[in-house]
């Protein structure tokens, strides 16, 4: 079996996102969407919030598994027998931070690898600081964000 955790904020989870999870999970038997606690950032939707979202998107996807978790991916990863940690990049930034996470993470846990997946190109622009911002400002996201997704 391999299992993958796709770890990330989602605060809030988009259309980018989205798009790597649905790409992502052909490349797996089980994916899990770790919803996580990073503790540099400061959230809008609490980890609560964030995971009832998620799920709704995915309700219907019988080898995705939306799952909250504090700590280091890792651990978590162990937990769950994932063996991949998927992740997504869209540009050079991207690529240095999740660089130096990755090879942290398989030095922490070795034989976790970390599989990338470019963003789609027409998701490229879209972040979850920035649709942070317009909600912040009452701007309308929902062109950005699965549908449905906001509606409890
Ligand atoms: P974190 O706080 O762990 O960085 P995020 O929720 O910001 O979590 O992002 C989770 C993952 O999704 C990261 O690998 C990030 O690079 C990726 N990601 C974010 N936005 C997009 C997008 N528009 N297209 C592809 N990947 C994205």
């Not at 999870?21 to 899990?32: A, E, H, Q, S």
């Not at 080898?63 to 978590?76: A, M, Q």
């Not at 622009?125 to 909600?135: D, F, K, V, Y």
Request: hydrophobic content about 40%.
């Amino acid at each position: 079996m391999n299992n993958a955790v796709f770890p990330g904020s989602f605060d809030p989870f988009t259309l980018g996102h989205e798009s790597v999870v649905r790409r992502g999970c052909k490349l797996f038997d089980k994916l899990i969407i770790g919803v996580g606690t990073n503790t540099t950032k400061s959230y809008l939707f609490d980890l609560d919030e964030r995971t009832a979202m998620i799920e709704r998107v995915f309700a219907d996807e019988k080898r995705i598994e939306v799952k909250s978790f504090s700590g280091l991916t890792v651990d978590f990863c162990k937990e769950h027998n994932a063996n991949y940690i998927l992740r997504g990049l869209r540009d050079g930034k991207d690529f240095f931070y999740e660089n130096s996470i990755a090879v942290m993470n398989t030095s922490l846990s070795p034989g976790l690898e970390t599989v990338f997946l470019l963003t789609a190109a027409e998701y490229a622009g879209i972040s979850s600081t920035i649709l942070r911002e317009i909600l912040r400002n009452n701007g309308d996201i929902s062109a950005f964000v699965p549908e449905g997704m906001m509606i409890a």
